[in-house]
């Protein structure tokens, strides 16, 4: 009852996302965060190969990868190491990766 009652007077995203996952650094808030990023590179994944007019096995040839391991990524279903994420992004697709560390 209490989450609901936050979760009603949230007037910001980051109010809404404290009263639904808890604070930054919570357990249960870090493990969202965690599956946010996931959920962001995936999507980043899917939209260059398609941008880039290629299927799952034309990109994971050009890297040599797995289709399977393409398809786990653009679902959020694996981790992925940052030496792969610039294989696959730069080599792969032809685009150019920053990383940020906030």
């Known amino acids: 009852m209490k989450k609901d009652l936050a ?4 007037k910001t995203f980051d109010e809404l996302l404290d009263a639904q996952f808890g604070r ?3 357990k249960r808030r870090d493990e ?3 599956r946010a990023q996931y959920f962001v590179i995936s999507e980043m994944l899917k939209e260059a190969r398609r941008e880039a007019n290629l299927t ?6 050009r890297v040599g990868t797995k289709k399977s391991y393409i398809s786990r990524l653009e679902n959020g279903n694996c981790d992925i ?5 610039y294989r696959i992004f730069e080599e792969g697709l032809g685009r150019k990766v920053s990383v940020l560390i906030g």
């Open 7 to 10: 979760i009603k007077k949230a």
């Open 24 to 26: 930054v650094g919570s």
């Open 32 to 34: 969202f965060d965690k």
């Open 56 to 61: 799952q096995q034309e990109l994971a040839d």
């Open 81 to 85: 190491q940052i030496s792969t994420l």
